[in-house]
């Protein structure tokens, strides 16, 4: 599956072509179905379309006949110990069926313990015993589904002791043994990066390009914390320069990805979000063109 001409989408689907997407939230919802705007793709938050019903899945089921849609998912806690919600993949796989996404992400992360959920997306210890089990998980997802995921980093605020695994060593053998692609998330990837203390770059270069099938933009904000400063990842913010920066690096060695540009809280007006990603396209085009010369 080539990154340079766009991720294939599955049977039925519009595609994903290799340019700016956005995050398409229900504060937009009825601007966007009114004006029909001139952006190829769109993604979603799966969990928001679980119903038998309704406005929400009205909203999608006109959408996709026009754009690519990517259904992002942000509660299957894949990373836990607790047994894989059947009910939840049900309504998954159901709602994939129906509208025949290009794209199905969720995340390298956990958010349960025991059946309690937290509302956030919190970090894998890096382990080998960790890798083993996410394979395992991703692999039954995938064959419920009947299709690929991507994977994505998250942003983290704190690290496990005892990792045998950098991230991005993480994210290749989780790729490589489960058969799912990675979705890269430039934002918090610095975000991490400044956090930790490690060379984002050097982060960016550790992935081979073949399993990169589309790329992550954000916002993020700087909060005061009693050891220093801490960046935290929050979605309600334009990218930041640095970011666009690593962004620059990233288009730079894995080529033409399908880019999306992530923003759910604080949200502003929808031409500002179809900026961004015209700003992204700009940044890609450029990128591109000095590759080529």
Same mark, same amino acid.
């Given at each position: 599956?080539?990154?340079?001409?766009?991720?294939?989408?599955?049977?039925?689907?519009?595609?994903?072509?290799?340019?700016?997407?956005?995050?398409?939230?229900?504060?937009?919802?009825?601007?966007?179905?009114?004006?029909?705007?001139?952006?190829?793709?769109?993604?979603?938050?799966?969990?928001?379309?679980?119903?038998?019903?309704?406005?929400?899945?009205?909203?999608?089921?006109?959408?996709?006949?026009?754009?690519?849609?990517?259904?992002?998912?942000?509660?299957?806690?894949?990373?836990?110990?607790?047994?894989?919600?059947?009910? +939840? #993949?049900?309504?998954? &796989?159901?709602?994939?069926?129906?509208?025949?996404?290009? %794209? =199905?992400?969720? *995340?390298? !992360?956990?958010?349960?313990?025991?059946?309690?959920?937290?509302?956030?997306?919190?970090?894998?210890?890096?382990?080998?015993?960790?890798?083993?089990?996410?394979?395992?998980?991703?692999?039954?997802?995938?064959?419920?589904?009947?299709?690929?995921?991507?994977?994505?980093?998250?942003?983290?605020?704190?690290?496990?002791?005892?990792?045998?695994?950098?991230?991005?060593?993480?994210?290749?053998?989780?790729?490589?043994?489960?058969?799912?692609?990675?979705?890269?998330?430039?934002?918090?990837?610095?975000?991490?990066?400044?956090?930790?203390?490690?060379?984002?770059?050097?982060?960016?270069?550790?992935?081979?390009?073949?399993?990169?099938?589309?790329? +992550? #933009?954000?916002?993020? &904000?700087?909060?005061?914390?009693?050891?220093?400063?801490? %960046? =935290?990842?929050? *979605?309600? !913010?334009?990218?930041?320069?640095?970011?666009?920066?690593?962004?620059?690096?990233?288009?730079?060695?894995?080529?033409?990805?399908?880019?999306?540009?992530?923003?759910?809280?604080?949200?502003?007006?929808?031409?500002?979000?179809?900026?961004?990603?015209?700003?992204?396209?700009?940044?890609?085009?450029?990128?591109?063109?000095?590759?080529?010369?």
């Amino acid at each position: 599956m080539g990154p340079a001409a766009g991720t294939r989408p599955a049977a039925g689907a519009r595609p994903v072509p290799a340019r700016a997407g956005i995050g398409l939230r229900a504060p937009h919802h009825d601007e966007f179905l009114r004006r029909r705007p001139d952006i190829p793709w769109v993604e979603v938050h799966s969990e928001n379309f679980f119903a038998d019903g309704g406005r929400q899945l009205e909203v999608i089921d006109a959408v996709r006949r026009d754009h690519g849609l990517s259904l992002h998912g942000v509660g299957l806690s894949l990373g836990s110990t607790d047994p894989l919600s059947r009910e +939840h #993949l049900r309504c998954l &796989r159901r709602l994939v069926q129906r509208v025949e996404p290009a %794209l =199905v992400s969720e *995340h390298l !992360a956990w958010g349960s313990v025991g059946g309690t959920f937290v509302n956030d997306l919190l970090p894998m210890p890096l382990t080998r015993a960790a890798l083993r089990h996410m394979v395992a998980r991703i692999g039954a997802v995938q064959d419920f589904l009947g299709r690929q995921i991507l994977i994505e980093n998250v942003s983290s605020y704190v690290q496990f002791p005892g990792a045998e695994l950098s991230e991005p060593e993480f994210l290749v053998e989780l790729a490589r043994r489960s058969g799912c692609g990675i979705l890269l998330d430039v934002n918090n990837v610095y975000v991490s990066a400044c956090n930790h203390g490690f060379d984002a770059g050097r982060y960016i270069a550790a992935l081979p390009p073949a399993l990169v099938q589309e790329i +992550h #933009l954000a916002g993020h &904000r700087v909060v005061d914390d009693p050891e220093g400063v801490l %960046l =935290v990842d929050t *979605h309600d !913010a334009y990218v930041a320069a640095p970011v666009w920066e690593l962004y620059r690096l990233a288009v730079a060695r894995f080529g033409a990805v399908p880019a999306l540009i992530e923003w759910d809280s604080r949200l502003p007006g929808l031409d500002e979000l179809i900026g961004e990603a015209r700003r992204a396209d700009a940044c890609a085009a450029e990128v591109l063109r000095v590759r080529a010369a």
